[in-house]
């Protein structure tokens, strides 16, 4: 498969993951529902990694950055993400997620030497624009009590949230790369991460909850496991191991614009599911921040 094909498949993966954990991520708070995801996460990929023997693939001297990838990428990133999906909605935690591209571009040519194009100003200032496109002018009139709308506590914040989740999922997939270009498996470095974040979140539950502050804490349905294990499986054993193996086989730049498409992607899968055209502004946007991180990168 193509890298370039696997980034892209990655973000549709976020994308249709984001919609099934919409609900349950406001009822539950984002901590506790990163908590219990990644429960699923880490089960689904120990059983693949192991089932396909990726474990050989990997030494002592691999764990110190996949550490420092699961703890920032996903301890960090995902906690905040979610932090922020329950406070603002899936379609702005997407736009705004989207500058973990251009973040992980920075690093790759800081870290990797990678190149970086002369349009990178007129880039970041398209992607600056579509973001707050999106996110303040993303939605009509009578959909803000909606379950993928809503604003709960303020914007500000969830926007603040959202771009620590895209700067710590940057750093984290950064500190992979190194392992990941030796030729280490992607599967077994993708269960390295998530063990050792799952454990993380859940030794310090509760000074994450504390730092989060939930607005909500609802309780835990039944039919809640079959959403937490499909986002688990969706988002992260798909996904995230689709882009690890992008990063791990082609340009960081390329992989990331790419991935960075899943607001655009959302906008029609949202049309399906509300039977409702997006906002113009949800649209524009969407499309002025990808366009900017194309420039950008």
Same mark, same amino acid.
């Given at each position: 498969?193509?890298?370039?094909?696997?980034?892209?498949?990655?973000?549709?993966?976020?994308?249709?993951?984001?919609?099934?954990?919409?609900?349950?991520?406001?009822?539950?708070?984002?901590?506790?529902?990163?908590?219990?995801?990644?429960?699923?996460?880490?089960?689904?990929?120990?059983?693949?990694?192991?089932?396909?023997?990726?474990?050989?693939?990997?030494?002592?001297?691999?764990?110190?950055?996949?550490?420092?990838?699961?703890?920032?990428?996903?301890?960090?990133?995902?906690?905040?993400?979610?932090?922020?999906?329950?406070?603002?909605?899936?379609r702005r935690t997407s736009v705004l997620f989207t500058s973990n591209a251009p973040l992980a571009a920075v690093g790759g040519v800081l870290l990797f030497d990678e190149s970086f194009a002369p349009w990178a100003l007129?880039?970041?200032?398209?992607?600056?624009?579509?973001?707050?496109?999106?996110?303040?002018?993303?939605?009509?009139?009578?959909?803000?009590?909606?379950?993928?709308?809503?604003?709960?506590?303020?914007?500000?914040?969830?926007?603040?949230?959202?771009?620590?989740?895209?700067?710590?999922?940057a750093l984290g997939a950064l500190a992979a790369k190194p392992v990941l270009d030796d030729g280490a498996d992607?599967?077994?470095?993708?269960?390295?991460?998530?063990?050792?974040?799952?454990?993380?979140?859940?030794?310090?539950?509760?000074?994450?909850?504390?730092?989060?502050?939930?607005?909500?804490?609802?309780?835990? /349905?039944?039919?809640?496991?079959?959403?937490? #294990?499909?986002?688990?499986? @969706?988002?992260? *054993? &798909? !996904?995230?191991? %689709? $882009? =690890?193996?992008?990063?791990?086989?082609?340009?960081?730049?390329?992989?990331?614009?790419?991935?960075?498409?899943?607001?655009?992607?959302?906008?029609?899968?949202?049309?399906?599911? /509300?039977?409702?055209?997006?906002?113009?502004? #949800?649209?524009?946007?969407? @499309?002025?921040? *990808? &366009? !900017?991180?194309? %420039? $950008? =990168?």
């Amino acid at each position: 498969m193509p890298y370039q094909l696997a980034a892209l498949l990655a973000a549709t993966s976020w994308a249709c993951s984001s919609l099934i954990a919409a609900e349950p991520v406001r009822r539950l708070g984002g901590p506790r529902f990163c908590r219990l995801r990644m429960l699923y996460v880490s089960g689904m990929l120990l059983v693949l990694a192991t089932a396909t023997g990726g474990w050989s693939t990997l030494d002592g001297g691999d764990l110190g950055l996949l550490a420092v990838s699961g703890l920032v990428g996903l301890l960090l990133g995902d906690l905040a993400l979610f932090t922020a999906m329950a406070r603002i909605g899936p379609r702005r935690t997407s736009v705004l997620f989207t500058s973990n591209a251009p973040l992980a571009a920075v690093g790759g040519v800081l870290l990797f030497d990678e190149s970086f194009a002369p349009w990178a100003l007129v880039g970041a200032v398209l992607t600056v624009v579509g973001i707050a496109l999106a996110v303040n002018y993303g939605s009509r009139s009578g959909t803000h009590t909606d379950v993928f709308e809503r604003i709960e506590g303020s914007l500000t914040a969830g926007a603040v949230w959202a771009g620590i989740g895209a700067l710590g999922q940057a750093l984290g997939a950064l500190a992979a790369k190194p392992v990941l270009d030796d030729g280490a498996d992607t599967l077994a470095v993708a269960a390295t991460r998530a063990v050792i974040a799952t454990v993380a979140l859940w030794v310090l539950a509760r000074p994450g909850d504390r730092l989060a502050r939930p607005a909500r804490r609802g309780p835990l /349905l039944p039919g809640d496991h079959l959403r937490l #294990a499909a986002s688990a499986f @969706i988002a992260m *054993v &798909v !996904g995230m191991t %689709l $882009l =690890l193996w992008a990063l791990g086989r082609g340009d960081t730049g390329v992989a990331t614009i790419l991935s960075a498409t899943t607001p655009v992607i959302l906008l029609p899968l949202l049309w399906l599911r /509300l039977r409702q055209v997006p906002a113009p502004g #949800a649209w524009l946007g969407a @499309i002025l921040t *990808v &366009v !900017g991180t194309a %420039l $950008l =990168l």
